[in-house]
């Protein structure tokens, strides 16, 4: 069973930065699709970043240069976040991909396992 559970939201004033942090268990990590999403209240799901197995990355526009996936021994998926501002406020989940054929995609429904979200709050 898979199960991912995201830790490390909260609020913090704009320009701050912030480290969420995913715990990965019951996933193969090989040929995987993780990534960070995010649903502001009002707001459809969007993707923020991406990773797989090789190390490629892909960002969103709105977070590049700000944000940063990783991934530490495979188990504990990171989204370092800096030069936070208000409208990166949302709910933030960690996701999987049962399959690595979409690549590197932010497409929410590419995504079939999902955390239950850490809430993140910029403050101006």
């Known amino acids: 069973q898979v199960q991912l559970v995201e830790s490390g939201g909260g609020s913090v004033q704009a320009g701050g930065s912030r480290r969420l942090s995913c715990v990965v268990s019951?996933?193969?990590?090989?040929?995987?699709?993780m990534g960070w999403f995010r649903q502001a209240p009002g707001k459809e799901r969007e993707g923020v970043a991406t990773?797989?197995?090789?190390?490629?990355t892909r960002y969103a526009d709105s977070v590049k240069g700000r944000f940063t996936i990783s991934l530490d021994n495979a188990r504990i998926l990171y989204l370092q976040m800096n030069s936070l501002k208000p409208e990166d406020t949302a709910m933030y989940y960690c996701?999987?991909?049962?399959?690595?054929?979409?690549?590197?995609?932010?497409?929410?429904?590419?995504?079939?396992?999902w955390g239950q979200g850490t809430q993140v709050t910029v403050s101006s």
């Open positions: 019951g996933y193969t990590t090989r040929n995987h699709i």
């Open positions: 990773r797989n197995s090789g190390g490629s």
């Open positions: 996701a999987a991909s049962s399959s690595d054929t979409w690549g590197l995609t932010l497409t929410p429904t590419r995504y079939n396992y």
